[in-house]
């Protein structure tokens, strides 16, 4: 049976609109959040627009009661305070409101590169080989390619050719460049020359893997080239902006997709996603290797995660529609007890 379409509740907004970003940006900003908010309003849902200017969330929502409205949040964080992801959660909680997305504690935990992998690959999720980094000792460590990451960014920020590290002089020199430009630690992995999926899963109890995206890297002949940079999402133009391929859904046998499914699916638990999440995954040698995990995705009308959901049959609206949906189960108003 389907389940009973639900828009008892407002939905309020709540997106970043920092005056501190380029007037591009801002445009940018401003028509994405006009395409979002027009196609849940043309699901049945009343919306209304809140951006978030500053770090004075509490004032963004006075006025508004919690038990009359449900927060999309595609909020990336409060302006001025970094990796605040998990602020922005806990502060809607402490209002007492009920919100799309995962938990304070994932969003917070998903900035620790570090810690993620750990609990990845204590869970038995396939993941890497990996070690962080504080300082220039880098003495045992020994795969080669390796990959070098800020330990605590998301977004492709710091990963560009240069930091595909083919020994170890280039491994202590890329190293170095994290620690000084972006002053957190350094996140070093075996680099897996393979194919890399986009992988988008939403649900709760009953947990659905969306068609997978491929990254196709077939344009670049040097290791160094295939992988998504951070020119790859945000700066048309560049060489791997237009030179990466997506192919949704990615070509895949029964077989590598049930493996793939199985890996997402449990690294999706693992991790403690709630309501939606994406996962870069890697293939070599029969393994599917979780790279990195997203629970709060970008989920703009042209990304990945939108794509995957109209290749499953569902419009921009019905996705965004099904999200609201998943956190309305959540709240007290529609569904006094926990069906």
């Keep these: 049976m389907a389940e009973q379409k639900r828009t008892d509740l407002s939905i309020l907004l709540l997106h970043n609109l ?8 801002l445009q940018k900003a401003r028509e994405e959040v006009d395409t979002l908010e027009r196609a849940i309003r043309a699901e049945g849902h009343p919306v209304t627009n ?3 200017h500053d770090s004075d969330l509490v004032s963004c929502l ?9 927060v999309f949040n595609w909020c ?3 302006p001025g305070i970094p990796f605040s992801e998990g602020l922005v959660a806990s502060s809607l909680e402490s209002l007492g409101f009920v919100y799309t997305g995962s938990t304070p504690q994932v969003l917070a935990l998903s900035w620790d590169k570090g810690k993620v ?18 300082d220039l000792e880098t003495d045992g460590w020994g795969t080669f390619p390796a990959i070098v990451k800020p330990a605590r960014e998301h977004a492709s920020s710091g990963v560009t050719s240069d930091a595909v590290a083919l020994g170890p002089e280039k491994l202590r020199a890329r190293i170095a ?8 630690p350094a996140l070093v992995e075996d680099f897996i020359d393979g194919r890399e999926f986009h992988v988008s899963l939403w649900g709760n109890r009953s947990v659905e893997m969306l068609p997978p ?4 890297f077939s344009a670049f002949q040097d290791v160094r080239d295939r992988l998504c940079t951070f020119e790859s999402k945000f700066q048309p133009g560049s060489r791997h902006y237009d030179g990466i391929r997506l192919s949704l859904p990615a070509p895949l046998d029964r077989e590598e997709h049930e493996a793939l499914q199985q890996v997402a699916q ?6 403690g996603c709630r309501d939606y999440a994406r996962f870069d995954i890697r293939l070599r040698d029969g393994i599917f290797y979780v790279l990195d995990v997203n629970p709060n995705p970008d989920i703009s009308s042209d990304t990945s995660m939108a794509c995957a959901a109209e290749v499953a049959g569902y419009s921009y609206g019905a996705m965004l529609s099904r999200m609201v949906h998943l956190a309305a189960r959540r709240h007290p108003g529609l569904y006094p007890r926990d069906l």
């Excluded at 920092?18 to 591009?24: A, I, L, T």
């Excluded at 995206?213 to 196709?216: G, I, Q, R």
């Excluded at 449990?266 to 991790?271: E, K």
Aim: glycine share 10%; hydrophobic share 35%; proline share 8%.
């Design 18 to 25: 920092d005056g501190g970003w380029q007037p591009w940006d």
């Design 50 to 52: 809140v951006p978030v």
């Design 62 to 70: 006075r006025g508004f009661d919690p038990g009359r409205h449900i």
């Design 76 to 78: 990336e964080g409060l």
């Design 117 to 134: 992998k750990r609990l990845l690959e204590n869970s038995g999720v396939p993941t890497p080989a990996w070690r962080v980094y504080h």
């Design 177 to 184: 460049y994290v620690l000084k430009h972006f002053r957190q």
């Design 213 to 216: 995206a491929e990254m196709d």
């Design 266 to 271: 449990r690294a999706y638990r693992v991790m």
